[in-house]
C-alpha cells in the first residue's frame, strides 16, 4: 500500500511498486488520483502517451511520490521534484526538473532553461525509446545522491528574505 508523505508542503502519495494506491490528497475536491486519472483520460488520442508516461516512472524509479504541484502538473518527487508530465495538443511533454545535468546521447532533451528539460513524446514508441528510460533512470540517480533544492516557492521566499536581512522592507508589486 502507498505512504501517504509530504513534500514541499503538498501531501503526496509513494509509488508502490505493486500499483496500489490509498488515500491522497484533493485537488479541486477530489482525490489526486482521481484528479490524475481525469487528466490521463482527457488527453484524448494521446491518452495512451500519457498513461505510459506514469506507468514508467512508477515502475522505473522505486519510492518517488506522485503528486500535482500548484500550477496542476503531475508531477513525481524522489528526494525533491524529479520529473513531471503535461499533455499538449500534438505531444506529451515530458520534463526533467534537473534535465540540464543529464547525459543525452540520443540528443532528445529540449529546453534552454537554467537546469529544466524536456523531451516531446508523440506515440507509445516514443514512451518505449531506451533513451527516455535512461534520462529517467539519472534523473532519479542524481536526486537520490543530493537532495534538490531551490524550488520557485523556496526561490521567491528566499528573496524576501534576503531583502529584509539587508535591512528593507520586501515589498510585492501592487
Same mark, same amino acid.
Given at each position: 500500500?502507498?505512504?501517504? +508523505? ?51 516512472? *512508477? ?9 500535482? +504541484? ?7 518527487? #524522489? +528526494? ?21 545535468? @543529464?547525459?543525452?546521447?540520443?540528443? #532528445?532533451?529540449?529546453?534552454?532553461? *537554467?537546469? #529544466?528539460?524536456?523531451?516531446? #513524446? ?10 527516455? =528510460? ?7 540517480? @542524481? +536526486? ?21 536581512? =539587508? ?8
Amino acid at each position: 500500500m502507498g505512504i501517504l +508523505n509530504h513534500v514541499a508542503g503538498f501531501a503526496v502519495m509513494r509509488c508502490s511498486p505493486d500499483g496500489e494506491v490509498g488515500e491522497m490528497p484533493t485537488v479541486e475536491g477530489r482525490e489526486a488520483r482521481v484528479w490524475i486519472d481525469e487528466y490521463v483520460k482527457k488527453a484524448g488520442k494521446l491518452s495512451g502517451v500519457a498513461k505510459m508516461v506514469r506507468a514508467l516512472v *512508477k515502475k522505473a524509479v522505486a519510492g518517488c511520490e506522485e503528486y500535482v +504541484n500548484p500550477w496542476k502538473i503531475p508531477t513525481f518527487d #524522489l +528526494n525533491g521534484p524529479l520529473c513531471f508530465y503535461m499533455v499538449t495538443k500534438e505531444h506529451v511533454i515530458f520534463g526533467f526538473m534537473r534535465g540540464a545535468m @543529464l547525459r543525452d546521447p540520443g540528443k #532528445l532533451l529540449e529546453g534552454t532553461g *537554467k537546469y #529544466l528539460r524536456h523531451v516531446k #513524446l508523440r506515440s507509445a514508441a516514443d514512451v518505449r525509446r531506451s533513451e527516455v =528510460r535512461a534520462l529517467l533512470e539519472q534523473a532519479a540517480e @542524481l +536526486n537520490r545522491k543530493e537532495p534538490v533544492t531551490g524550488t520557485k516557492v523556496q526561490m521567491k521566499q528566499s528573496r524576501a528574505a534576503r531583502t529584509r536581512k =539587508r535591512g528593507r522592507r520586501a515589498t510585492t508589486p501592487g
